[in-house]
């Protein structure tokens, strides 16, 4: 396997289900990243982990939990979700956090395939 | 003024056109930039970076205008596989950086026989 893989690629689930996206780099990358797309809307950045430590959480409501357990992998969580969180989780993850393009390359994001989620 | 933004389009141009995609961008501290490429109901994927003095990669061209704040997608001799969406990605620019891109909403391109 290469790249980024995301399980499951698509996943309906009712309001009151538990059920987890997970996400899979073998690019040896430390940085990994949850994404939200909805449509008509960009992309929104729900949570940033460095060497498996959260750096970032964008205001996401507690209903999202990710978990970071290694470097490679990352999960999110979801519990009680609501129609309006139906949309397309992307996954992605990069060499570190400090996204450039500098004189000795780029450091850039690298997409899984996502999980397109229906709530019901 | 949005944080990046985007002519939405749809731009339908015939195979063989030449195409450009311009975008604005808010934060003058902004340093780095990208365009990505989405196709319909799959992920971003990267197709270039932009570097200050612009750069190219056979059919792409892309240029930054720091005084305009914006960076430019020229695309020549369009083919049918052209059609996708392309997002214009830049980064916030401040210290720390943690994962700090801003995508815009996209530009849709549809190349027609």
């Known amino acids: 396997e290469t790249g980024v893989t995301q399980t499951p690629r698509h996943l309906v689930m009712g309001m009151t289900n538990k059920k987890s996206l997970k996400c899979e780099q073998h690019?040896?990358?430390?940085?990994m990243y949850w994404y939200k797309q909805s449509a008509k809307k960009p992309l929104e950045l729900m949570f940033v982990y460095s060497l498996e430590e959260r750096v970032e959480n964008n205001s996401v409501p507690s209903r999202f939990s990710p978990e970071c357990p290694n470097s490679s992998h990352l999960f999110l969580h979801l519990h009680t979700l609501q129609p309006e969180d139906s949309a397309l989780y992307l996954c992605?993850?990069?060499?570190?956090?400090?996204?450039?393009?500098?004189?000795?390359?780029?450091?850039?994001?690298?997409f899984g395939a996502g999980s397109r989620l229906t709530v019901l | 003024r949005k944080e990046v933004e985007q002519d939405p389009g749809p731009f339908n141009v015939p195979e063989g056109a030449t195409v450009a995609f311009n975008c604005t961008y808010s934060n003058s501290a902004s340093q780095s930039f990208f365009w990505y490429r989405q196709d319909c109901r799959k992920e971003p994927k990267l197709l270039m970076s932009?570097?200050?003095s612009g750069n190219e990669d056979g059919r792409f061209t892309a240029q930054l205008n720091r005084a305009s704040q914006y960076i430019s997608l020229l695309i020549r001799d369009s083919k049918l596989s052209d059609s996708a969406t392309y997002l214009c990605?830049?980064?916030?620019?401040?210290?720390?950086?943690?994962?700090?891109?801003?995508f815009g909403k996209g530009t849709k391109l549809s190349v027609k026989p």
């Open positions: 990605v830049v980064n916030r620019g401040y210290g720390g950086s943690q994962g700090n891109l801003i």
């Open positions: 690019l040896g990358h430390n940085a």
């Open positions: 992605a993850s990069s060499q570190d956090t400090n996204l450039r393009v500098g004189s000795s390359g780029a450091n850039v994001l690298t």
């Open positions: 932009v570097y200050s």
